[in-house]
């Protein structure tokens, strides 16, 4: 018998705390967006992907971009304990996916 995860198996309870988390600002964060998919080794795994502006992106700024918006997933949802999700996170600014127009960060 296959084993689902909650977070596979309740993905719309997942979906509605994402959802609350919406409206919530996050500095230097434009947009994100998330997956569920298998990881490269097969575990279950929720993606983000996350659009900060230009001005975050500089490696001067980088660090307190990503350290908000995973704080801000941490504080809201134990992704690992509580979800079986192992998360990953991917940014990009907001220049490069112009350039980029990759779908997955839409």
Do not use: C
Not at 66 to 95: C, M, Q
């Amino acid at each position: 018998m296959a084993y689902l995860t909650k977070g596979i198996a309740q993905a719309s309870e997942l979906v509605k705390k994402f959802n609350r988390l919406a409206h919530v600002v996050i500095p230097g964060v434009v947009k994100w967006r998330y997956t569920f998919e298998n990881d490269w080794s097969g575990d279950p795994a929720i993606f983000f992907w996350v659009i900060v502006s230009d001005e975050a992106s500089e490696p001067r700024n980088l660090r307190q971009a990503k350290a908000a918006f995973i704080a801000t997933i941490n504080n809201h949802v134990d992704l690992p304990g509580e979800w079986g999700l192992i998360p990953y996170f991917n940014f990009r600014s907001r220049s490069e996916q112009a350039k980029l127009q990759d779908e997955v960060y839409e």
